[in-house]
């Protein structure tokens, strides 16, 4: 099925760095999701953004809407070592009601 | 955020029979719940999508007599792997939604099927 483009595939940082990543689709979404999956669990919700340029946070998460409509950013500062997962970005397209999942973001922080 | 869960956590059954994974949306009603598998480390791919009292949207490629799904009540999916073969071991996740008046929501997961076929 349809992905988006999300980058970087992996990051290695140290912890205490901040951590930058995106996505990026080719239509105009309605609607922007960033989840974290950890070994053998679902994906759980961190970010839910609906209107372009919208910029919400949740603790050290950070993520906006992009005002094009076709991307969006999630920014973790100061990482710690439980931050340690796959983040996925999702998005809905305009006119549609299924979201289509980012290729995700291996973040592995090292102690 | 809305809790979904997803029983088993992990399944391991003999090639050729069948094994049904249940979804549940604990405090809120889904009209609609989807399906997906994912491989691992690859993202999650959607299999079908399954509206509350009607017959299931499956993707092009997902065999829809091989993956049963059924949605008979607003806070509970099934899906019935049939006559599973060892290809068919993967991660099986749900998600469910809250469709309130066409506005956007949220979709939360539940924590996922491990499938084993031996």
């Known amino acids: 099925g349809q992905q988006l483009n999300q980058s970087p595939q992996s990051m290695f940082i140290q912890e205490g760095e901040d951590v930058s990543m995106n996505c990026t689709s080719s239509s105009i979404f309605n609607t922007w999701l960033w989840y974290k999956q950890e070994p053998g669990e679902g994906p759980v919700l961190l970010i839910a953004?609906?209107?372009?340029?919208e910029l919400t946070s949740n603790g050290r998460l950070t993520a906006q809407f992009g005002i094009t409509r076709k991307d969006s950013f999630l920014n973790i500062s100061a990482s710690i070592p439980s931050d340690v997962g796959i983040y996925f970005c999702a998005g809905l397209p305009s006119g549609t009601y299924k979201y289509i999942f980012g290729t995700g973001t291996r973040l592995k922080v090292l102690a | 955020g809305a809790v979904v869960s997803q029983h088993p956590s992990w399944v391991i059954c003999k090639s050729g029979t069948s094994v049904k994974i249940e979804c549940r949306s604990l405090d809120f009603q889904a009209t609609t719940m989807f399906w997906y598998r994912q491989f691992p480390k690859q993202s999650l791919m959607l299999m079908a999508t399954?509206?509350?009292?009607?017959?299931?949207?499956?993707e092009q490629g997902v065999e829809k007599d091989k993956f049963l799904i059924n949605h008979a009540s607003l806070t509970l999916s099934t899906l019935t792997v049939t006559s599973a073969h060892p290809e068919d071991s993967s991660f099986y996740i749900c998600?469910?939604?809250?469709?309130?008046?066409?506005?956007?929501?949220?979709?939360?997961f539940g924590q996922g099927t491990r499938l084993t076929v031996v």
């Open positions: 998600s469910a939604r809250e469709m309130r008046g066409g506005l956007n929501t949220e979709a939360f």
């Open positions: 953004l609906y209107k372009a340029g």
């Open positions: 399954s509206n509350e009292g009607s017959k299931a949207t499956y």
